[in-house]
């Protein structure tokens, strides 16, 4: 598998430099702050233009915490956000609208997402609307964009309940792509599909991005889905960023203990491999209000030793185009049998 | 010696009568397990899977109603049980888990005591049914037992929850335990978890497993037999691995295909053209045939019965023989 290759002249399309985002933790009659949710917590990332990125996690992992601090639908606690070099952070408010408008963003279910009142061309044309672009331009480009998504002329004037799911999902696509986005942000776009609509979606993805050119992040806790789709995968596990890598080695061979633990725990497809060895965890995820102090894995990891339970490990280079932050892992060969 | 099956389903026939007509949700499924056998029945949304697994327990919600068949546990047909015996059956000899355990416990009763009520019921002193309430949260890897018996639901993890609501359903050492989506609900670590205990609980007692699930990676994972339906038929069912290796229906071949195997930059995916079709209006015949890149002329005109191709395996389709079905 060849790996895009990153000038490194060329600015990123997304830079998170130690992003937070804390969320306070409210108790009693008088909605006291009495602790901190640290949904994400101080991660540094960077994607490239044309390439995908897909951030898997378990919940609560923070992974659509950060996926929403890109566009600033959220606020950061510290930290900065770039977004084509530009800080979304501090950007006024025509400035975020300029950088939004070069952003698309899909969701988990389509049929929250589009308005249940107006027929799907309200929803699609929306964005077109708020750029001041209507008439017949208008509906040129929704025709365009629809056919880009393989939707008929003849959905435009249904309603979000008449469509099938897989339909619906086109049509917040068709939405998101159709200012014509550098970047398209989707969180789990396809949880809610049955396999077969799931392979439509996929593909259509897949075609879009050779087509237009698009980035892609990609928020998921599906590992075939993220397979499928990503260059680059970062795993999150209790706001951390705990090891980022090209698809292939990481599946092979990961370096962090979570993310053997995530890959072998995930069903591989393939009834041969169910006696694969296995990395568990032991017991369940800690609160995100109290995260245990040093590596927030080690209560649960069967590698940890004395220095994982004081210091916080820092996510180093680890070659080859890959970044872990585990304090064991030259000296963990983790390997993992995916189908 | 009773030799007889310990579930076999014949026939079963299953609709809701609604305002826009009468929905077809399962159309005639026959499959049997064996005791200690897990058996998955696997298909998309809207597939009948769920509503197999009610009828089983005799629970479809009205305006649904078993049209026909039978399910014989032990040879006895359920279906011809008055309420109170059936009754006895729930949960003594059936038991069954859901997607959202949050909504199967009760939200203002301890856990243990949740347990422990089930224990009861089989005229088990309270003192008693508490210790072995604990005993069994303890068994289904909650730690510290004694004390999380005291929880409420709210208080534990999701993974907890469906580790409780497992406690509870094997307390009475059912003979057959059913799982609706069990794990969907949850992360790939904690599903791996309670997968291992379900199949942990089946080794320890014997019970039979059936698993309804739309995670071809579930059925790769724990099944011994699987079955896929499709829009309310069973269309094929065998062994796990002649499933994944060899599957004889297109629609589980075309499925297999749908399956994100690959990494990006290897090939775009299979997918099946066209639309799972209305079980209000099913098509006649086959109801895959519009969408089957091998149809037949005489797939739109007569349902195919199960054929017995060999090995344990049956399939609805006239490519592997010529059953019919009346």
């Known amino acids: ?339 | 010696m009773n030799m007889a099956k310990l579930l076999q389903v014949s026939d079963l026939r299953v609709e809701f009568l609604t305002g826009r007509g009468t929905v077809r949700a399962v159309g005639g499924v026959a499959f049997q397990l064996d005791r200690g056998e897990v058996f998955a029945l696997v298909g998309e949304s809207g597939c009948g899977k769920s509503t197999t697994a009610l009828a089983v327990m005799r629970l479809v919600p009205p305006p649904g109603r078993i049209l026909g068949g039978s399910i014989r546990l032990r040879g006895d047909d359920l279906l011809t049980l008055d309420e109170d015996s059936m009754t006895q059956v729930r949960g003594r000899h059936i038991a069954m888990i859901f997607q959202n355990p949050m909504v199967s416990l009760n939200p203002v009763y301890r856990a243990g005591a949740q347990v422990q009520e089930a224990i009861v019921l089989d005229q088990v002193p309270k003192n008693e049914a508490w210790r072995r309430a604990v005993d069994l949260l303890g068994r289904v890897y909650i730690a510290d037992p004694a004390h999380r018996a005291l929880s409420y639901p709210h208080e534990l993890s999701g993974g907890m929850r469906q580790r409780v609501m497992t406690g509870m359903m094997v307390s009475r050492q059912p003979d057959l335990l059913i799982a609706d989506e069990p794990t969907t609900a949850l992360d790939v670590t904690i599903q791996a978890q309670v997968l291992d205990l379900l199949l942990e609980l089946r080794d320890r007692t014997g019970m039979a497993l059936l698993i309804i699930t739309h995670d071809l990676g579930i059925v790769a994972e724990i099944a011994d037999r699987v079955g896929v339906m499709y829009a309310g038929s069973l269309v094929e069912q065998g062994p796990v691995f002649d499933i994944f290796e060899e599957p004889l229906h297109p629609y589980t071949r075309l499925l297999m295909r749908a399956l994100p195997r690959l990494t990006k930059g290897q090939g775009s995916l299979h997918t099946i053209p066209g639309q799972v079709p209305s079980l209000i209006q099913l098509p006649p015949g086959c109801p895959f045939h519009p969408r089957c890149p091998d149809r037949m002329e005489i797939c739109s005109t007569k349902m195919p019965g199960l054929t017995v191709p060999a090995g344990g395996r049956e399939v609805a389709c006239y490519l592997h023989g010529v059953g019919e079905r009346q």
């Open chain 1, 1 to 339: 598998m060849s790996i895009r290759p990153h000038s490194t002249t060329e600015t990123p399309l997304i830079v998170l430099e130690d992003a937070c985002k804390y969320f306070p933790v409210r108790r009693g009659l008088t909605r006291r702050v009495v602790g901190h949710a640290r949904a994400v917590d101080g991660v540094s990332l960077a994607v490239a233009r044309g390439e995908a990125l897909g951030v898997v996690g378990e919940s609560g992992s923070g992974k659509t915490t950060l996926a929403r601090l890109v566009p600033r639908l959220i606020q950061s606690t510290r930290g900065r956000v770039l977004y084509d070099g530009q800080d979304v952070e501090t950007a006024s408010g025509r400035d975020l609208i300029r950088i939004r408008r070069r952003m698309g963003i899909v969701f988990q279910d389509p049929s929250s997402s589009l308005n249940p009142r107006t027929p799907v061309r309200g929803s699609i044309a929306r964005p077109l609307e708020l750029q001041g672009i209507r008439g017949k331009e208008a509906t040129r480009r929704v025709l365009e964009t629809i056919e880009l998504v393989n939707l008929g002329a003849e959905v435009l004037d249904r309603y979000p309940h008449q469509l099938s799911g897989g339909q619906q999902q086109r049509a917040s696509i068709a939405r998101a792509i159709i200012l014509r986005p550098q970047l398209l942000i989707l969180d789990e776009p396809t949880s809610a599909l049955d396999v077969s609509v799931q392979a439509q979606i996929l593909n259509l993805l897949q075609s879009l991005q050779a087509q237009i050119g698009l980035t892609y992040l990609f928020i998921t806790h599906n590992l075939s889905v993220v397979r499928y789709m990503s260059d680059r995968i970062g795993v999150m596990y209790l706001g951390r960023l705990v090891e980022v890598a090209p698809v292939g080695p990481m599946q092979d061979r990961p370096l962090h203990p979570y993310t053997a633990a995530l890959f072998s725990a995930s069903p591989p497809l393939n009834p041969r491999l169910r006696n694969r060895q296995r990395y568990r965890l032991v017991g369940d995820p800690p609160s995100l209000i109290s995260p245990p102090p040093g590596c927030s894995l080690h209560p649960r990891c069967v590698f940890a030793v004395e220095q994982c339970r004081e210091e916080v490990p820092l996510l180093v280079d680890a070659g080859d185009g890959r970044q872990v932050a585990c304090h064991r892992w030259m000296q963990l060969a983790l390997a993992v049998q995916t189908g």
